[in-house]
């Protein structure tokens, strides 16, 4: 089901529309492509309300000593550097307690308060900890405030989100609290759920999952505890820019509290977008929706250029599997957000004449590939599948030999032209390649060796790249045709080279000796024999 804000269902019902199609392609590099079919460009946040993960932080171990507040600590802070997510500013000494000067963090001013990137930054954040809190005497006092927040810690002043878990001198821990501030105005809502019942000298508290959600718009707030939804408000809700802030208070004088945090993850709604490109000649097919599980697919057609589509990405293959996503906007007002049109990845492109033609393929095309396995005469499993290195591991048909053991590196020595690399030879005879993973692994690979392997450079202006290998002949590696290298390898560039198997019962015997794991059927009679009829049969 496509959903469309109410801003964009109004546009689309009235008499007259101004929409455009939007292009996202993400290649397989990294590199992210928009374009238009409009005659202008058109910035657009093209990620709205799909969440990530802005800032996450856990132990290196699975289990961690509780941190310990030592008694008659007035006041201690926690927090992270919101300029620095994916980082945490303490350290877990090895005997499991803390002193003061290990958890003080410093201000969380305005600098550090927007760094999820969103504005406001409420909007949309989702926040979960897994927190343990134990004291180890009845007569000992303590509290947590975990969450979000604008300042130091949680004040009438400042904006913040989270949950309050206190216990008061001869007394129990008490329930959750739900807090929630806008700088005017607190929501205070009883969770009614018990922070912890039992008071222990040994910890045994068991860990608790506390997380709340601040729905798209900023409007509302959902607090959960264990995953159960415990309370909701849309009153006080902040809108000022948040980081994430931890705050243990212990005023025990008879005891000591203890808290636990196993980790934190605040996710966001990416906002991110970027600006579309309007380019000459574009032209996006319409997309037929079916309602059979037939697949919604496009193309896109166009010329290439080295700055948009280029012929030398293409054939590098940095599009081959691409994820694409096409959307309708309303190009007089982009604020209304998106219409999704199709979402999958990129198939079959075809260079004619200076212009290209992209396939589109929607998420049901994956629906169309038939799954199992055909009887024949060749091998199933993918040479190197399933080995050591655990490659391929869904593959049932497992060929279970080391890639470590049979590749090999090099350099180049020339390179003739686009499908072509001599390597470089050296010791006494003179050899380039061997035979590495055999019986043989010093003798030079023979003609033949490396047909249908692989070449991967690991150096020069095409590190990264990896071509499959035609044919070998001794002393060049022949690239197939349909896939030159896009740039030219320089002398002393280095590169990865492995055999190639032919799938056949005698390379794997022969080649390989791992007729063990041969994952054909060589030795089953064609149609031709089963068909046959004995001529004693034949009567006159």
């Known amino acids: 089901m496509k959903v469309v804000t109410p801003e964009l269902s109004t546009h689309l019902g009235g008499e007259t529309t101004t929409l455009c199609r939007l292009l996202r392609i993400d290649r397989t590099d990294g590199l992210i492509l928009r374009f238009t079919d409009f005659d202008r460009d058109i910035f657009h946040a093209d990620n709205s309300g799909v969440p990530v993960v802005a800032a996450l932080w856990s132990p290196n171990v699975a289990e961690v000593a509780p941190w310990w507040i030592t ?48 504005t406001p930054f409420s909007k949309g954040v989702t926040f979960e900890t897994f927190v343990g809190l134990q004291a180890d005497t009845l007569g000992a006092a303590g509290g947590l405030q975990t969450g979000l927040s604008s300042l130091f810690g949680w004040s009438s002043v400042g904006s913040y989100i989270g949950f309050e878990g206190l216990k008061a001198f001869d007394a129990a821990w008490g329930t959750w609290k739900l807090r ?41 707030v959902t607090w959960y505890v264990n995953d159960i939804l415990v309370g909701s408000a849309s009153t006080s809700v902040p809108t000022a820019g948040m980081a994430l802030s931890s705050i243990y208070t212990s005023t025990t004088g008879f005891g000591s509290t203890f808290y636990r945090c196993e980790s934190v993850a605040i996710k966001a709604p990416d906002t991110s977008g970027g600006t579309y490109i309007s380019i000459d000649g574009l032209s996006i097919s319409a997309i037929q929706h079916k309602d059979d599980g037939s697949p919604n697919n496009g193309q896109v057609t166009g010329f290439l250029d080295d700055s948009q589509i280029s012929e030398k990405d293409i054939r590098a293959r940095l599009f081959d599997n691409a994820t694409v996503e096409l959307s309708a906007v309303n ?34 095309q994956k629906l169309t590939t038939l799954v199992g396995s055909t009887y024949g005469p060749v091998c199933r499993a993918e040479l190197f599948g399933g080995g050591a290195e655990g490659i391929d ?50 003798v030079a690979a023979p003609t033949g060796w490396f047909d249908d392997g692989m070449i991967t450079f690991t150096s020069g202006e095409l590190n990264g790249y990896s071509f499959e290998v035609a044919s070998w002949d001794g002393s060049t590696l022949t690239l197939f045709s349909g896939s030159p290298m896009p740039f030219t390898p320089t002398a002393g560039d280095t590169f990865e080279v492995e055999p190639g198997c032919d799938k056949t019962k005698p390379t794997c015997h022969s080649k390989f000796g791992n007729i063990v794991n041969f994952a054909g059927e060589a030795d089953i009679p064609g149609l031709n024999v089963i068909g046959a009829i004995s001529r004693a049969q034949i009567k006159d």
């Open 71 to 118: 008694t008659g600590d007035s006041f201690s802070y926690q927090a992270f550097n919101g300029d620095v997510p994916n980082s945490h500013i303490f350290s877990v000494p090895a005997d499991g307690t803390f002193l003061q000067s290990q958890i003080f963090a410093g201000n969380l001013g305005a600098g550090n308060a927007t760094f999820l990137g969103t």
């Open 331 to 364: 190009w007089a007002d982009t604020t209304q957000g998106n219409l999704k049109l199709l979402k999958g990845t990129v198939g079959d492109i075809v260079m004619t004449n200076g212009a290209y033609q992209i396939e589109l393929r929607g998420l049901t």
């Open 180 to 220: 929630m501030c806008d700088g005017v105005t607190v929501t205070l809502i009883d969770s009614g759920v018990s922070v912890f019942n039992a008071v222990n000298p040994v910890w045994n508290a068991p860990r608790v999952k506390l997380s709340f959600v601040v729905s798209t718009d900023g409007t509302s």
């Open 393 to 442: 591991p869904s593959n049932h048909w497992k060929c279970r030999l080391n890639r470590a053991d049979w590749v090999q590196t090099g350099s180049v020595g020339s390179s003739p032209d686009s499908v072509s690399v001599v390597p470089n030879s050296s010791g006494s005879p003179a050899i380039s390649l061997k035979m590495v993973g055999s019986s043989t692994p010093t």
